[in-house]
C-alpha cells in the first residue's frame, strides 16, 4: 500500500504541474544551440553526393581561401591523429571522415571551421571532392548474393553478412508446426523510419588550453558513457572531460550514439583552442543520423483448431545500413527482439535474424524502443491477426483463449525473459468496454452490407523495460545500472542529482515526486539534476523507458537510506530508542503518542546543528541501482479506421488505449507520454519512411516527404488504465514511455487490414498511405 500525500506534498500519485514547464513556456529552456561562447567557431559538415563511391581526392585550397574560414579537417587529416574511424556501440566501427570510400548518401567527408556558420556552410561547398561512382548495393535481400558489391573493404570478412543470431528451440518448432492441424505464415516489413526529434543533434566542443579541461555541451541522452568512450578514443583523460547535456528537444533514442560531428566538434577544438559549435540541420538530421527498425521478417503459428496456439517460428533480415550501430546492450545483436511470443503462452519458439550491411546510413537506434521489441510486438500482433483470420475467429477472442493467465506470473517465457507481472485479460476487459467493442462489430457488419469499408484492429502487447540487470545487460561495456544522489540540506529542502537524462519525459517533476513520497518533502522544495557528468553520479542515461525503472528506483532507495539515517537523529531528538518509532512521509512520531513527532525539516535541521554523537554530519546519501530484472508493462489497444473508396484516406475514427505501468507517479505525466507516443505511432504507421531509390538516394530527408504528424490527422486519444505493479520495483513502478510506440503500430495496420478483410486483403506494409490503398481498391473493383 502506497501513502497518499497530500497535494501540496504531492508524492506518487498526484498529478503535479511540470516543474520544468515555467522555463520551457517563457521561452527560456537551454538547448545546445543557446550556447554562446566567447570566439566560438562554427564547423559544418561537407557530406558525400553518392551512396557508394571511391574517394579520388579532396581537395580543400579554394575553401581555406575563403576569408573567416579556420580550417578543414579530412579523413587523412584524423587518420594522422588515429581517429578517422571511431567504435560504435555495437562491435562495430565506423569512419568518422571518410578515408578511401563513402559507403552512403550523406556521409562525413570533411568538416569546415569558420568565424560563423553561414562562412562555413559557404566554405563547405568549396571543397571539391573527387569520386569514382561504385555499384549500389539498397535491397538487404541482395546483400549477400555472389554480385553483391562489397560494402566494408576494412572488414576481414569479405562479406555483407553481420550476424546470424538465434534463440530458442528450433526442432520442437518445427515438430509443432508440421503436426499443426492450423498453421499461418505472414511475412511483413517494419519499415526504415526515423525518431526526426524537434531539436536535431548537435554539440560545443570547448578545450580550455589554460586548464587542459575539454567541457563538450551535447544532445546526448547517456552523457556519462559519452565521457567515458570520448576518453577511451580521443586518449584524453576522463577526469578532465565534461560533458553537459543541457535541455533536450525530444530523443526517442536519436541521441544515444556519439555521431562524427560531435567528434570532428571536438577535434576542431583541441586543435584550435577555441570553442566550436556544430548544430545539425533537418536533413542531416533525417539522411545521416540514427535511422530506426528497417527489419524484414516472417512469422509462422501453429495452431489447435480451437484457436490454442502451440509455437511461434520468426525468421528476419535486418538491413543495418553501412555500419552496425545499433545502440542495445551488447550480448542481443538483435536488441530485445525475443520479447517476440508476446502476451501468449506459446509452448515453443525458435527465432533467428541475420544483420546484413547496405549502402544507406547506420542504425539502427531504439527510436523508443526497448532495443527492437517495436519490431517484436509489431510481428506477433500482426500474426495473431492473420491467424484470427484463418481460424475464422474473433482477435479478440483468440487473444483472450492464449493470453497468459495472471497466476502464471513470473512467467518464463520460451524464448527466455522472465515477465515480472502481468494480467492481460483484465486490460483487454477494459479496452472492449470503452470501445464498446460488440457494438462496433456490429456497426462493421452493417456498413459491410451497404459497401462502406469499417475496420477494427486490435493489439495486446507485452513490452519489456528497465534494462538492466548488470549481469546481463551492458552498453559498450558500461553495466545498466543508474543512480540518484540526494541531498537534504538543512532547512529540509533537497537536490537530488541522477545519471538518467530527461528530453521532456518530465523528470525534474516525477523524480522529485519520489523523493516527496519517500520523505514527505514538498516537490516544490526538491530541484532535481541531470546531464552534467561533473555532478551527477555516473549512469547510462535515458532511453528504453528505463529511467523509472532503474533510477526511479535508485531515487527510492537512496531516500530511504535518508530516512535510516533520519531515525537515529529523531531519536536522539526526542530522546527514544530507534524502535520506538514509527515513520510516515514527512515525520517520526513515537509509536502511540503520535502528537510526539519530529517533521523531516527539523531532523534535517538538527542533522547539521545537532547531530547525534557519534553521527556523522549531514543528510544525504546516494544509490547505484542494479535491477533484479526488467519490467514488463502492457496494454490493449483498439483503434477503429473508416476508408474513403474515392480516395483511399483512411481515417482513425477512434483509438482506446489500455495501460498498464504498474503504479504510476504522475498520471498526467504518463497520460502525455501515452499521447505522444500515439501520435508517434500515427506517423509510422500512415506516413513515415526513410526510403531509397535504386542508386541510393534517400527519399524521405526532409520533411516535404517525410510527414510528421500535425493537430489536423491527429485523432483524440481516449486513454484508459489498469495496475499489475511489479514486484521486485521498490514502489511497484514499470517504464511506460515508449508503450504507445510500441504497441500502436499493429493495432492501426490491423484496422486498416480488417477493413479490407473481406476483399482478400491478408497485409499492407508500413507506412498506409492513401496511394497504396486507393491502389488496393482499384485492383479490387472498389474504388468509386
Ligand atoms: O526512460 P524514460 O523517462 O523515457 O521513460 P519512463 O521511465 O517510462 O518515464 C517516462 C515519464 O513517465 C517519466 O517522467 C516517469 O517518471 C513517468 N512515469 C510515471 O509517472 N509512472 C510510471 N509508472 C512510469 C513512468
Same mark, same amino acid.
Given at each position: ?17 511540470r ?26 559538415v ?21 576569408? !573567416?574560414?579556420l ?11 588515429g581517429?578517422? +574511424?571511431m567504435?560504435?556501440l ?15 548518401q ?28 561504385l ?19 576494412d ?15 528450433k526442432?520442437?518448432?518445427? =515438430? ?6 492450423? @498453421?499461418?505464415?505472414?511475412s511483413?516489413?517494419?519499415?526504415r ?5 524537434l531539436?536535431?543533434? /548537435?554539440?560545443?566542443? %570547448? ?5 587542459g579541461?575539454?567541457?563538450? +555541451? ?7 558513457a ?11 583523460? *576522463?577526469n578532465d ?11 526517442f ?7 562524427? !560531428?560531435?567528434?570532428?566538434a ?11 559549435? +556544430? ?7 533525417l539522411?545521416?543520423t540514427g535511422?530506426?527498425? %528497417? ?19 520468426? /525468421? ?18 538483435a ?9 501468449y503462452?506459446? @509452448?515453443?519458439?525458435?527465432?533467428e ?6 549502402? =544507406?546510413?547506420? /542504425?539502427?537506434?531504439? &527510436? ?8 517484436a510486438?509489431?510481428l ?7 491467424l ?25 517465457s ?18 472492449? =468496454? ?8 456490429k456497426?462493421?457488419a ?11 484492429? #486490435?493489439?495486446?502487447?507485452? *513490452?519489456?523495460v ?10 559498450a /561495456?558500461?553495466?545498466?545500472f ?16 541522477? $545519471?538518467?537524462?530527461?528530453?521532456g ?47 526511479g ?15 537515529? #537523529? ?11 518509532l ?7 512520531y ?12 527539523e ?10 554523537? $557519534? ?10 541501482? %542494479?535491477p ?8 490493449t &489497444? ?10 483511399g484516406?483512411? =481515417?482513425v ?51 516535404? %516527404? ?28 514499470? !517504464?511506460?514511455? *515508449? ?9 492501426f ?8 478483410s473481406?476483399? !482478400?486483403?491478408?497485409?499492407i506494409?508500413?507506412? #498506409?498511405?492513401?496511394?497504396?490503398i +486507393?491502389? #488496393? ?8
Amino acid at each position: 500500500m502506497i501513502h497518499k500525500t497530500s497535494p501540496e506534498v504531492g508524492g506518487m500519485g498526484h498529478s503535479v504541474k511540470r516543474k520544468e514547464d515555467s522555463r520551457f513556456i517563457q521561452g527560456r529552456g537551454n538547448y545546445v544551440d543557446d550556447v554562446h561562447l566567447p570566439n566560438m567557431a562554427y564547423g559544418h559538415v561537407v557530406r558525400s553526393p553518392y551512396a557508394h563511391a571511391r574517394i579520388k581526392s579532396v581537395d580543400t585550397q579554394a575553401a581555406m581561401k575563403l576569408k !573567416g574560414v579556420l580550417a578543414v579537417i579530412t579523413g587523412e587529416d584524423l587518420e594522422k591523429a588515429g581517429l578517422s +574511424w571511431m567504435p560504435t556501440l555495437f562491435h562495430d566501427k565506423q569512419m568518422v571522415l571518410a578515408t578511401g570510400k563513402v559507403l552512403f548518401q550523406a556521409q562525413e567527408v570533411a568538416f569546415v571551421v569558420a568565424e560563423d556558420r553561414y562562412t562555413a556552410a559557404d566554405a563547405a561547398e568549396l571543397v571539391e571532392v573527387d569520386y569514382e561512382e561504385l555499384p549500389v548495393l539498397v535491397d538487404p535481400h541482395h546483400s549477400t548474393d555472389p554480385d553483391a558489391p562489397l560494402i566494408r573493404e576494412d572488414r576481414d570478412e569479405k562479406s555483407n553478412h553481420i550476424f546470424h543470431w538465434e534463440i530458442g528451440d528450433k526442432q520442437a518448432t518445427d =515438430k509443432a508446426l508440421s503436426d499443426a492441424p492450423v @498453421k499461418i505464415k505472414l511475412s511483413t516489413v517494419f519499415q526504415r523510419c526515423h525518431p526526426a526529434p524537434l531539436e536535431t543533434c /548537435g554539440c560545443v566542443a %570547448d578545450f580550455n588550453p589554460a586548464t587542459g579541461k575539454l567541457t563538450v +555541451w551535447e544532445t546526448s541522452q547517456a552523457p556519462h558513457a559519452h565521457r567515458t568512450l570520448f576518453a577511451i578514443v580521443a586518449g584524453l583523460s *576522463e577526469n578532465d572531460i565534461r560533458i553537459i547535456s543541457p535541455d533536450i528537444g525530444g530523443g526517442f533514442g536519436n541521441k544515444v550514439p556519439i555521431y562524427p !560531428g560531435y567528434v570532428c566538434a571536438v577535434v576542431a577544438s583541441l586543435t584550435l583552442k577555441r570553442p566550436v559549435k +556544430w548544430i545539425e540541420t533537418r536533413s542531416e538530421n533525417l539522411q545521416s543520423t540514427g535511422f530506426a527498425r %528497417d527489419y524484414h521478417m516472417t512469422a509462422e503459428i501453429a495452431a489447435d483448431k480451437d484457436g490454442t496456439v502451440k509455437a511461434l517460428k520468426v /525468421g528476419t533480415l535486418a538491413d543495418h545500413g553501412a555500419f552496425n550501430a545499433a545502440a542495445q546492450p551488447s550480448k542481443f545483436p538483435a536488441g530485445l527482439f525475443g520479447i517476440c511470443t508476446g502476451s501468449y503462452d506459446f @509452448k515453443n519458439s525458435f527465432c533467428e535474424v541475420d544483420g546484413v550491411y547496405t549502402n =544507406k546510413a547506420p /542504425g539502427g537506434i531504439a &527510436y523508443r524502443c526497448s532495443f527492437r521489441v517495436t519490431e517484436a510486438a509489431f510481428l506477433i500482433e500482426r500474426a495473431m491477426d492473420a491467424l484470427a483470420d484463418e481460424l475464422g475467429m474473433d482477435p479478440a477472442d483468440l487473444r483472450l483463449k492464449n493470453f497468459i493467465p495472471p497466476d502464471r506470473f513470473p512467467y518464463k517465457s520460451p524464448l527466455g525473459f522472465t515477465y515480472d507481472s502481468g494480467n492481460y485479460k483484465a486490460a483487454m476487459d477494459l479496452a472492449l =468496454k470503452q470501445a464498446g467493442y460488440r457494438d462496433l462489430l456490429k456497426e462493421q457488419a452493417e456498413k459491410r452490407k451497404k459497401g462502406e469499408l469499417m475496420g477494427i484492429g #486490435i493489439s495486446s502487447f507485452t *513490452e519489456i523495460v528497465g534494462a538492466g540487470p548488470a549481469h546481463t545487460y551492458d552498453i559498450a /561495456g558500461l553495466k545498466m545500472f543508474d543512480s540518484c544522489e540526494i541531498r537534504v540540506h538543512p532547512t529540509g529542502k533537497a537536490t537530488a542529482r541522477l $545519471g538518467t537524462k530527461s528530453q521532456g519525459q518530465g523528470h525534474e517533476t516525477t523524480f522529485a515526486q519520489i523523493i516527496a513520497q519517500e520523505l514527505g518533502i514538498p516537490v516544490a522544495g526538491i530541484t532535481v539534476e541531470e546531464g552534467d557528468t561533473d555532478t551527477a553520479p555516473y549512469g547510462l542515461g535515458t532511453y528504453a523507458s528505463r529511467s523509472t525503472p532503474v533510477a526511479g528506483a535508485a531515487t527510492a532507495v537512496a531516500a530511504r537510506k535518508i530516512v535510516e539515517k533520519a531515525k537515529k #537523529i529523531a531519536a536522539h531528538l526526542m530522546e527514544v530508542s530507534e524502535e520506538d518509532l514509527e515513520w510516515e512521509p514527512g515525520k517520526f512520531y513515537v509509536k502511540g503518542a503520535p502528537d510526539k513527532a519530529k517533521t523531516i525539516q527539523e531532523i534535517a535541521f538538527a542533522a547539521y546543528t545537532d547531530p547525534p554523537p $557519534g553521527l556523522e554530519a549531514g543528510l544525504e546519501a546516494v544509490d547505484y541501482y %542494479d535491477p533484479p530484472n526488467l519490467t514488463f508493462p502492457f496494454g490493449t &489497444y483498439i483503434c477503429v479506421v473508416d476508408i474513403d473508396k474515392g480516395t483511399g484516406e483512411v =481515417k482513425v475514427r477512434r483509438f482506446i488505449a489500455v495501460d498498464d505501468c504498474g503504479n504510476i507517479i504522475n498520471p498526467m505525466i504518463v497520460e502525455g507520454q501515452i499521447h505522444g507516443g500515439l501520435t508517434e505511432g500515427l506517423g509510422i504507421a500512415f506516413m513515415q519512411m526513410i526510403g531509397y531509390d535504386e542508386s541510393g538516394n534517400v527519399q524521405g530527408g526532409t520533411f516535404m %516527404d517525410y510527414l510528421v504528424p500535425t493537430a489536423v490527422e491527429t485523432p483524440h486519444w481516449e486513454t484508459g488504465k489498469t495496475c499489475t505493479p511489479s514486484p521486485h520495483h521498490p514502489f511497484g513502478a514499470k !517504464g511506460v514511455g *515508449e508503450s504507445p510506440n510500441v504497441g500502436s503500430p499493429a493495432a492501426f495496420v490491423n484496422a486498416v487490414v480488417d477493413a479490407l478483410s473481406h476483399l !482478400g486483403v491478408r497485409n499492407i506494409d508500413m507506412p #498506409i498511405t492513401p496511394w497504396k490503398i +486507393w491502389r #488496393i481498391l482499384n485492383e479490387k473493383g472498389q474504388v468509386v
